[in-house]
T-cell receptor, first 113, second 112 residues
Framework: EDQVTQSPEALRLQEGESSSLNCSYT??????LFWYRQDPGKGPEFLFT???AGEEKEKERLKATLTKKESFLHITAPKPEDSATYLCAVPYKISGNTGKLIFGQGTTLQVKP | KAGVTQTPRYLIKTRGQQVTLSCSPISGHRSVSWYQQTPGQGLQFLFEYFSETQRNKGNFPGRFSGRQFSNSRSEMNVSTLELGDSALYLCASSLDDSYGYTFGSGTRLTVV
């Protein structure tokens, strides 16, 4: 079965201190990679979908990139409201064109003012 | 538009009891998936329903079951609850087979 590994598990940043989160995966035929943000007590909130190596997507202070073996979520000049757990996931085909998402364990980001 | 609605938000049950959780997907979404989230295992796939049919199932015991109604609303049931069933249960809906899921806020189940 495909696997997804995220690092680091936890990350503490000062406000304005840029950094990157990593998501590495082993898949047989990538059908996309998803990034989600999850706040405590809530469900994951969709951020980005990347489909091919070299693809990049941006949203406010976040930029997601994809290579053949990993994805990065770059956070530029983060603010305290960016504190959350960031999850990446890849589709795993079970039957036909349907299946499930395999999630990484997540990176918990804390941004201090 | 309204998002994915899960009820109840919190539940406390006793070991051995059974529980039913409900999920109302986004209007027009026909695919509903269920995931269990725990600190140790993260998000684990339970099952997926599409047009009232279970299409896929994860590696969970038969105590975990679900169904989907004609209006796409879904329920999942856990019988003979165990302490290890304590988790956040998340429902996600999708318009099609693109894995573009929208998640609900989940139901926090505590088994004592």
């Amino acid at each position: 079965e495909d696997q997804v590994t995220q690092s680091p598990e936890a990350l503490r940043l000062q406000e304005g201190e840029s950094s990157s989160l990593n998501c590495s995966y082993t898949v047989s035929g990538l059908r996309g990679l998803f990034w989600y943000r999850q706040d405590p007590g809530k469900g994951p909130e969709f951020l980005f979908t990347l489909y091919s190596a070299g693809e990049e997507k941006e949203k406010e202070r976040l930029k997601a990139t994809l290579t053949k073996k990993e994805s990065f979520l770059h956070i530029t000049a983060p603010k305290p409201e960016d504190s959350a757990t960031y999850l990446c996931a890849v589709p795993y085909k079970i039957s036909g064109n349907t299946g499930k998402l395999i999630f990484g364990q997540g990176t918990t980001l804390q941004v201090k003012p | 538009k309204a998002g994915v609605t899960q009820t109840p938000r919190y539940l406390i049950k006793t070991r051995g009891q059974q529980v039913t959780l409900s999920c109302s997907p986004i209007s027009g979404h026909r695919s509903v998936s269920w995931y269990q989230q725990t600190p140790g295992q993260g998000l684990q796939f339970l099952f997926e329903y599409f047009s009232e049919t279970q299409r896929n199932k994860g590696n969970f015991p038969g105590r975990f079951s679900g169904r989907q109604f004609s209006n796409s609303r879904s329920e999942m049931n856990v019988s003979t609850l165990e302490l290890g069933d304590s988790a956040l249960y998340l429902c996600a809906s999708s318009l099609d087979d693109s894995y573009g899921y929208t998640f609900g806020s989940g139901t926090r189940l505590t088994v004592v």
